[in-house]
């Protein structure tokens, strides 16, 4: 059974073993992570998911103060658990701790070539809105997507 829950300082080193391999062009270090989980909660908003004891996936977002845009800084899912609705779910956490704290939009990026993420991002209400150049590493673009709140 697939469970969330924050993540803590023991997970580092398993979430910067899947930054290598999930996000090779430009991974995370464990004091990036360090820096991130410092925000949580006044500032950032991370979460895993486990199957068992096994983390599967991880997504973080960044909303400096109230009233401006939420930037999601990471949606991760490994590669043998995607497509069971486990983006989507950290896509509505993100979004709800957002709201709360009373965001306007949320923004992201996504790899142009993400497909399947682009469409998820769509179904929930985001839009292309420009295109950041070689944005994961030498002819690899990103789409920018946005969502306003209302």
Same mark, same amino acid.
């Given at each position: 059974?697939?469970?969330? +829950?924050?993540?803590?300082?023991?997970?580092? #080193?398993?979430?910067?073993?899947?930054?290598?391999?999930?996000?090779?062009?430009?991974?995370?270090?464990?004091?990036?992570?360090?820096?991130?989980?410092?925000?949580?909660?006044?500032?950032?908003?991370?979460?895993?998911?486990?199957?068992?004891?096994?983390?599967?996936?991880?997504?973080?977002?960044?909303?400096?103060? #109230?009233?401006?845009?939420?930037?999601?800084?990471?949606?991760?899912?490994? #590669?043998?658990?995607?497509?069971?609705?486990?983006?989507?779910?950290?896509? +509505?956490?993100? &979004?709800?701790?957002?709201?709360?704290?009373?965001? +306007?939009? =949320?923004?992201?990026?996504?790899?142009?070539?993400?497909?399947?993420?682009?469409?998820?991002?769509?179904?929930?209400?985001?839009?292309?809105?420009?295109?950041? =150049?070689?944005?994961?590493?030498?002819?690899?673009?990103?789409?920018?997507? +946005?969502? &306003?709140?209302?």
């Amino acid at each position: 059974m697939i469970t969330y +829950r924050q993540p803590i300082a023991l997970d580092i #080193p398993v979430l910067v073993s899947y930054e290598k391999e999930l996000f090779p062009y430009s991974p995370w270090s464990s004091s990036q992570f360090k820096e991130e989980f410092a925000g949580i909660p006044t500032t950032r908003f991370m979460s895993v998911a486990e199957d068992g004891n096994t983390i599967i996936g991880y997504c973080g977002v960044f909303l400096p103060a #109230p009233g401006v845009e939420a930037d999601i800084l990471t949606v991760a899912v490994l #590669p043998a658990y995607r497509r069971q609705g486990i983006a989507r779910e950290f896509m +509505r956490q993100i &979004e709800a701790w957002a709201a709360e704290r009373k965001a +306007r939009a =949320m923004m992201l990026e996504v790899e142009i070539s993400n497909e399947s993420a682009i469409k998820l991002y769509e179904s929930l209400g985001y839009l292309k809105i420009s295109v950041r =150049m070689d944005y994961y590493g030498p002819g690899q673009d990103a789409h920018v997507m +946005r969502k &306003e709140f209302s």
